[in-house]
């Protein structure tokens, strides 16, 4: 009788584990359709967080779908950074797009490929990004985690740089949605999270 319980709470922990890091399916259509919101500080400013300096280059607002999620642990970033999200706007939040595309994350960067171009691939560079995310405080961070793939989700804060307050490290965001390759993420000091019920 105790195995059979036993079995049954491993089942039940097995379960929510799936739903609650599982994928998220909203079906077609396009459900971010702006592209993201971007304005600089004039004068940027500069604070104190941990063991580091982080300078704010641009108030960000986004409202985009996930296409993927990587946590990191053991990278210098994931000290301030300990998720990645791959984000999508206009035809890259239509999931009869993404169904074309497979998508994936590793060593800080987003990578896609298609054996047909559902879009234009300029489209697809210039409506998606991989954007490393640095919590402003622990509700933020919890709410990070709640994220899955396909969420909708909306962000406010800051593109930012960082700097190491020990050593020469430092750690900059790009500053457009147009450029690709190394350099081409977004980091953003994230003030506000929210998780869009549609």
């Known amino acids: 009788m105790k195995k059979s319980i036993f079995l049954l709470l491993i089942i039940g922990a097995i379960w929510k584990l799936y739903n609650y890091s599982g994928q998220v399916s909203l079906g077609p259509g396009v459900m971010a359709p702006d592209v993201p919101q971007q304005k600089y500080i004039d004068s940027p400013i500069s604070f104190r967080f941990g063991e580091y300096n982080i300078t704010e280059i641009a108030v960000f607002d986004i409202k ?15 000290d301030l950074s300990p998720v990645d999200l791959a984000l999508g706007w206009g035809n890259m939040s239509d999931e009869s797009v993404l169904e074309k595309i497979k998508i994936s994350q590793t060593g ?3 990578r896609w ?12 560079e210039i409506h998606s990004a991989n954007m490393h995310l ?5 509700s933020v961070k919890s709410k990070i985690d709640k994220v899955r793939k396909g969420d909708i989700i909306e962000i ?3 593109l930012v740089n ?3 307050s020990n050593d020469n490290w430092y ?7 147009n450029d690709t390759g190394a350099g081409a993420c977004e980091l953003i000091f994230v003030k506000k999270l929210d998780i869009v019920t549609l």
């Not at 490929?113 to 697809?124: A, C, F, M, T």
């Open 64 to 78: 985009a779908k996930v296409l993927s999620k990587k946590n990191y642990r053991l990278d210098r970033e994931a």
């Open 108 to 110: 800080r960067f987003y």
């Open 113 to 124: 490929k298609v054996d047909s171009l559902p879009i234009p691939r300029r489209e697809i």
């Open 134 to 138: 640095i919590p402003a405080n622990e």
């Open 156 to 158: 406010s804060g800051s």
């Open 162 to 164: 960082v700097k190491s």
């Open 171 to 177: 750690w900059k965001s790009s500053k457009t949605r």
